[in-house]
T-cell receptor, first 114, second 117 residues
Framework: AQSVTQLDSHVSVSEGTPVLLRCNYS??????LFWYVQHPNKGLQLLLK??????LVKGINGFEAEFKKSETSFHLTKPSAHMSDAAEYFCVVTPWGSQGNLIFGKGTKLSVKP | GAVVSQHPSWVICKSGTSVKIECRSLDFQATTMFWYRQFPKQSLMLMATSNEGSKATYEQGVEKDKFLINHASLTLSTLTVTSAHPEDSSFYIC?????????????FGSGTRLTVV
């Protein structure tokens, strides 16, 4: 069975400071992992994905995440927050190669203070 | 990149009426699409998996007669909320798997805000 836990429901940072959004997963099989961002009343936009290639994954808008199998983690980071990064972020897991059945975390709301 | 168009983006309907939401893959073929429901400040809940040319697979607790899904072509899936009631008010999002092999992802529509009055 697969599951994903986002450790923080809300993270608040100041503009220009680093961002860390934490995600731990549980999977019986080699997982594929994704981070999506959702702005209010909008759909989800893919930030980055891990599908068994390089463990350090670079995404859009300066975000990156590192797959750590020993820690079952896939934390999302960004060196310097921008006001436009304020949104809801979802960590998602699915068995590698699966045809569907995405498992969503509960989401982390990122606030960015000026 | 892959684009999924969802329409309408918002709709208000009277209690007892039906509402149809469309989800189209614009630049790729999607044999499988997914329908999610999202309550305020909560994560996405998978409602059903829509398979082209066959019946949808519904998640436990989702009423198939209330939430009718049709996937008649490789680029279009529709969700019809029948006899809508205020408790059906929610944000509905579709997604489709794009790509093949190890280079795949899931592209989401922009969502539909349904308000039943």
């Amino acid at each position: 069975a697969q599951s994903v836990t986002q450790l923080d429901s809300h993270v608040s940072v100041s503009e220009g400071t680093p961002v860390l959004l934490r995600c731990n997963y549980s999977s019986s099989y080699s997982p594929s992992l994704f981070w999506y961002v959702q702005h209010p009343n909008k759909g989800l936009q893919l930030l980055l994905k891990y599908t068994s290639a390089a463990t350090l994954v670079k995404g859009i808008n300066g975000f990156e995440a590192e797959f750590k199998k020993s820690e079952t983690s896939f934390h999302l980071t960004k060196p310097s927050a921008h006001m436009s990064d304020a949104a809801e972020y979802f960590c998602v897991v699915t068995p590698w190669g699966s045809q569907g059945n995405l498992i969503f975390g509960k989401g982390t709301k990122l606030s960015v203070k000026p | 990149g892959a684009v999924v168009s969802q329409h309408p983006s918002w709709v208000i309907c009277k209690s007892g009426t039906s509402v149809k939401i469309e989800c189209r893959s614009l630049d790729f073929q999607a044999t499988t699409m997914f329908w999610y429901r999202q309550f305020p400040k909560q994560s996405l809940m998978l409602m059903a998996t829509s398979n082209e040319g066959s019946k949808a697979t519904y998640e436990q607790g989702v009423e198939k007669d209330k939430f009718l899904i049709n996937h008649a072509s490789l680029t279009l899936s529709t969700l019809t909320v029948t006899s809508a009631h205020p408790e059906d008010s929610s944000f509905y999002i579709c997604s489709a798997r794009d790509g093949t092999g190890t280079n795949y992802g899931y592209t989401f529509g922009s969502g539909t805000r349904l308000t039943v009055v």
